[in-house]
């Protein structure tokens, strides 16, 4: 069974720092683009981050950039969200997903994603 497990959220304060992981199974992921998106009470899912299945492309959302970095690792299986500097309007819920044949490139279309996790909750608050 092929499935996305986010972890890694929790409570932080304005400034503050977060690692979110998205660990993959069930399928190689090396042929998966991964996507990092967010999805706020009352408002819609927002792309936030994604990296090629080769890992040789990224690309952020205005809104993160230079604040988050998105990473890989296909020995683990893992890709992570480091999430720097963070603000009371990054709190989402964020879900990794996985796009297939998608290996030097990224979309920010959430459509576009094969597999979804169920999300990891990450509020900002002092």
């Known amino acids: 069974q092929s499935q996305l497990v986010e972890s890694g959220g929790g409570l932080v304060q304005p400034g503050g720092s977060l690692r979110l992981t998205c660990k993959a199974s069930?399928?190689?992921?090396?042929?998966?683009?991964v996507g990092w998106f967010r999805q706020a009470p009352g408002k819609e899912r927002e792309w936030v981050s994604c990296?090629?299945?080769?890992?040789?492309?990224?690309n952020y959302a205005d809104s993160v950039k230079g604040r988050f970095t998105i990473s890989r690792d296909s020995a683990k299986s893992m890709v992570y969200l480091q999430m720097n500097s963070l603000k009371p309007e990054d709190t989402a819920v964020y879900y990794c997903?996985?796009?297939?044949?998608?290996?030097?490139?990224?979309?920010?279309?959430?459509?576009?994603?094969?597999?979804w996790g169920q999300g990891t909750q990450v509020t900002v608050s002092s």
């Open positions: 069930g399928f190689v992921v090396d042929y998966y683009a």
């Open positions: 990296v090629s299945g080769s890992g040789g492309s990224t």
């Open positions: 997903a996985a796009e297939r044949d998608r290996i030097k490139t990224c979309v920010t279309t959430p459509g576009e994603y094969d597999k």
